[in-house]
Antibody
Framework: QVQLQESGPGLVKPSETLSLTCTVS????????WTWIRQPAEKGLEWIGH???????NYIPSLKSRVTLSVDTPNNQFSLQVRSVTAADTAIYYC?????????WGQGTLVTVSS | DIVLTQTPLSLSVIPGQPASISCKSS???????????LYWYLQKPGQSPQLLIY???NRFSGVPDRFSGSGSGTDFTLKIGRVEAEDVGIYYC?????????FGQGTNVEF
């Protein structure tokens, strides 16, 4: 069974960098694409970007200048960094396996941007 | 970006009765290889979204057969044959045809 678990700070100060890690079990990170999605409180889902085995990445244009995705193959993890955060980046962040469908999701982690 | 428009945004259902949600895309989701990249997810209260339907009409593993998807090109429908209590939540369509991936606004299904 494929399982994903997000981890990282729940509180980030404005202008700093949000960093999250997704740990994958039950599937090799080298064999699939992996994606991040976020959901502000009481709002819909927003795709952030994905990273594929080739190292190819794609990002939503509105975040492209502030976002980096990376993969840690030995630890079967992938990570998200969002730089220069503001209150608008406050959301639940989900990681998911990306087989074009997002077939397995993490439980999500709430990140609040506040001083 | 591909825009997905769901209707209705809110749906009050009666247990045991059918329900239907529409998703219209601003562009065709049919690719040159013949696949149509339209997906349906359900986000139950307090949970992460779960995949229900992939490529228009294929139920994901473990999804009950009361859920069915149909449509082509730009117009798609999710149907619940007989709604059960565990089906309440927000339903989202999503397109995988282009980058960025985009979701519909969500349809809140409640009793």
């Amino acid at each position: 069974q494929v399982q994903l678990q997000e981890s990282g700070p729940g509180l980030v100060k404005p202008s700093e960098t949000l960093s999250l890690t997704c740990t994958v079990s039950g599937a090799s990170i080298s064999n699939f694409c992996w994606t991040w999605i976020r959901q502000p409180a009481e709002k819909g889902l927003e795709w952030i970007g994905h990273i594929c085995p080739s190292g190819n990445t794609n990002y939503i244009p509105s975040l492209k200048s502030r976002v980096t995705l990376s993969v840690d193959t030995p630890n079967n993890q992938f990570s998200l960094q969002v730089r220069s955060v503001t209150a608008a980046d406050t959301a639940i962040y989900y990681c998911a396996r990306d087989v074009t469908a997002f077939d397995y999701w993490g439980q999500g982690t709430l990140v609040t941007v506040s001083s | 970006d591909i825009v997905l428009t769901q209707t209705p945004l809110s749906l009050s259902v009666i247990p045991g009765q059918p329900a239907s949600i529409s998703c219209k895309s601003s562009q065709s989701l049919l690719n040159s290889g013949g696949k149509t990249y339209l997906y349906w997810y359900l986000q139950k209260p307090g949970q992460s979204p779960q995949l229900l339907i992939y490529e228009v009409s294929n139920r994901f593993s473990g999804v009950p057969d009361r859920f069915s998807g149909s449509g082509s090109g730009t117009d798609f429908t999710l149907k619940i044959g007989r709604v059960e209590a565990e089906d309440v939540g927000i339903y989202y369509c999503m397109q995988g045809m282009g980058v960025p991936r985009t979701f519909g606004q969500g349809t809140n299904v409640e009793f």
